[in-house]
Nanobody, 127 residues
């Protein structure tokens, strides 16, 4: 059974950094793009970043470009989101997600529709 588990969230001051991890079990990440999403209180979930299966293609929301970096280590079956220069508006629950249909359907690019969600990790940026 596919499972994604996020970790690494916490409370950080503005300007600080956190690294989120998304560990997969029940399937190997090699054939799947993975996305990071976030949802702030009272707001819709938004896509933050995505990485293709081999890591050669990434994209970012305009709000995090230049501050966040997505990466993956397929040997560890884990995807990371390095978040630097954090702002209070980055406060949200962060989720990673696999493409719809995973693990049966292998979707390698960030054009995927994402639908297999982890439980989320809270990130709070406050002084």
């Amino acid at each position: 059974q596919l499972q994604l588990v996020e970790s690494g969230g916490g409370l950080v001051q503005p300007g600080g950094s956190l690294r989120l991890s998304c560990a997969a079990s029940g399937f190997t990440l090699d054939y799947y793009a993975i996305g990071w999403f976030r949802q702030a209180p009272g707001k819709e979930r938004e896509r933050v970043s995505c990485i293709s299966n081999g890591g050669g293609s990434t994209n970012y929301a305009d709000s995090v470009k230049g501050r966040f970096t997505i990466s993956r280590d397929n040997a560890k079956n884990t995807v990371y989101l390095q978040m630097n220069s954090l702002k209070p508006e980055d406060t949200a629950i962060y989720y990673c997600a696999a493409p719809v249909g995973a693990p049966s359907v292998k979707t390698t690019t960030c054009r995927a529709e994402f639908g297999s969600w982890g439980q989320g990790t809270q990130v709070t940026v406050a002084s």
